[in-house]
């Protein structure tokens, strides 16, 4: 494992409207261990599909792709996939 002495989180958001569903809202960001991307998530706000990811979720998928299994009380914590993991689910 790396000498982890940083972990930077970039947090973006969206949001639109539909003249549907209403407003939608979506959260993501880049996440930098020791200054190199190990994850980034675009948000785009729509009526479906959106991760929503927090920084504690961000922080959590850094963690994963580091190879540091977490959990929370006993569980892996929800929608912290790994770039490979949600690639791989989205293919299938």
Excluded: Q
């Excluded at 706000?45 to 006993?74: K, M, P, Q, W």
Aim: proline share 3%.
């Amino acid at each position: 494992m790396p000498d982890i002495r940083t972990i930077a989180i970039t947090t973006r958001h969206d949001k639109s409207d539909c003249d549907t569903c209403g407003m939608n809202y979506d959260e993501g960001g880049t996440v930098l261990v020791n200054g190199e991307e190990v994850f980034s998530y675009e948000p785009v706000a729509s009526c479906f599909g959106n991760r929503a990811l927090e920084e504690y979720r961000l922080l959590v998928i850094a963690l994963r792709t580091l190879g540091i299994e977490v959990t929370v009380d006993g569980e892996v914590p929800h929608n912290c996939e790994t770039e490979a993991e949600f690639n791989a689910r989205m293919a299938t």
